[in-house]
């Protein structure tokens, strides 16, 4: 008769302690706590298995962090959510008077109206050229160019675009030399840049805070290319300038009956949208996307209303509620945990099928702002998951594929710190290279 072995339980226990212990997950949750360079600042970690839901290892996981740009993991979330495959581009409606016709125009807050990045799907600009009844536009109310939080010092620079309800062009100009030549898009400003000399003129091109004027020093009419945001202009001159024909904005007393029943013109897929938010951070869609967001949900392009609903009645099981202000992160104003992260991503990792999902975050060493980072062996990347960058801020949010094939959920938050970025990006690389 075979004799049994018998292991003693304790040794058992020890035994699984020592195996747990020294996984991959409690190694990096240990270096994590150690690490020379995040110890330099305040760091929170998460890490989680899609399949259970399971914490595999947390460092200040409950505790709030400025996200920066990972605040569009919400924004993405909320619009997979509201709405269906394509954005809505405008609504309108068609008035019969005297035997002439007026279309009434609603204006969705859609980012991509004459986008030069979205030049494929322009068909409610189409609709518009074509049509031969006067235009008007649906009044909306007036909205402040700027998020709660945002750096007024900013409003130069192309990645904080103003927000508005029509926006057009992505709110910005595009300035291009060609030869000696400077092409200026859309035409409706070619005369609004003044060439100054370089003592008179700032340091590189710039445009007046409140004006659409731009001073261009000559020296640098040597650069290539500029985009500029301009700030609020009359949609419906920008729009009457551009479709070479009057357009009108309406005014409240027109529609006292109030309006008949909006029908809806599409515009640009929701996944290609989404894809240019998350791969190259794109401040300006992120915040438009929510605003269409509560016109979608609410019918009315507040993004307050929409944030509150989402928190209130959607993710209602974050660990930690987020202070959740933009859409796009520039504001200071929010903050998220690490955990609270982890769970919208796992929210999405359970709702959305894989092979759409992964290719709307930017992939390690590929593209968009991880085509530097995180590059695997062979050319296949191992790291699909958005950046958070903004000064003293370096976060990173997403999935990760183990050296088993099997998918992770992780969220690196730094907040703190002084200098360049690059020591904290190193330092995540070789962590996660680890798993």
């Known amino acids: 008769m075979m004799a049994t072995l018998r292991i003693p339980l304790i040794t058992l226990l020890a035994s699984l302690f020592l195996l747990f212990a020294c996984s991959p997950a409690r190694q990096i949750q240990r270096e994590v706590k150690k690490s020379p360079v995040f110890n330099r600042a305040f760091t929170g970690f998460t890490l989680l298995d899609p399949e259970t839901g399971r914490t595999l290892a947390d460092v200040n996981g409950d505790h709030y962090f400025t996200p920066a740009s990972c ?26 008077q005297d035997s002439h016709s007026t279309i009434v125009v609603k204006a969705t807050a859609d980012p991509t109206f004459l986008h030069p990045k979205f030049q494929d799907w322009q068909a409610p600009f189409q609709f518009l050229k074509n049509r031969r009844d006067s235009i008007l536009l649906y009044p909306q109310p007036e909205m402040d160019r700027f998020g709660p939080g945002w750096a007024w010092d900013d409003y130069p620079y192309g990645f904080q675009p103003e927000r508005s309800t029509f926006p057009m062009y992505g709110n910005v100009v595009h300035f291009l030399k060609n030869e000696d030549v400077l092409e200026i898009q859309p035409p409706f400003f070619k005369n609004d840049f003044v060439e100054l000399p370089y003592y008179l003129a700032p340091a590189e091109m710039k445009r007046k805070e409140f004006e659409n004027q731009w001073l261009v020093p000559l020296i640098d009419l040597k650069i290539k290319e500029r985009w500029l945001p301009f700030t609020a202009v009359n949609p419906a001159l920008l729009l009457s300038d551009t479709l070479g024909k009057p357009v009108r904005e309406a005014g409240l007393y027109e529609f006292e009956n109030g309006p008949k029943a909006w029908q809806t013109l599409y515009s640009t897929p929701l996944d290609t949208v989404m894809r240019r938010m998350m791969h190259q951070s794109d401040n300006f869609i992120a915040e438009q996307m929510l605003l269409l967001c509560a016109g979608k949900k609410f019918n009315t392009l507040d993004q307050d209303t929409l944030i509150q609903w989402v928190l209130d009645s959607v993710l209602t099981e974050l660990p930690q509620r987020p202070k959740w202000i933009d859409g796009s992160g520039l504001s200071r104003y929010n903050l998220m945990t690490p955990q609270s992260i982890a769970t919208v991503l796992l929210r999405l990792w359970r709702e959305q099928p894989q092979e759409a999902l992964l290719p709307l975050f930017p992939a390690g060493g590929v593209d968009g702002t991880l085509s530097e980072w995180y590059a695997g062996k062979d050319g296949k990347p191992y790291v699909f998951a958005k950046t958070g960058s903004m000064g003293s801020v370096s976060c990173l949010s997403g999935y990760v594929r183990t050296r088993r094939g ?21 330092e995540m690389q070789r962590m996660l290279e680890r798993l």
């Open 406 to 426: 099997k998918m992770l959920i992780f969220s690196f938050m730094h907040n703190h710190f002084v200098g360049s970025s690059r020591e904290w990006k190193a």
């Open 71 to 96: 605040i569009k993991i919400l924004t993405l979330y909320t619009c997979l959510k509201v709405l269906g495959d394509s954005v809505p581009g405008l609504e309108y409606q068609t008035l019969l």
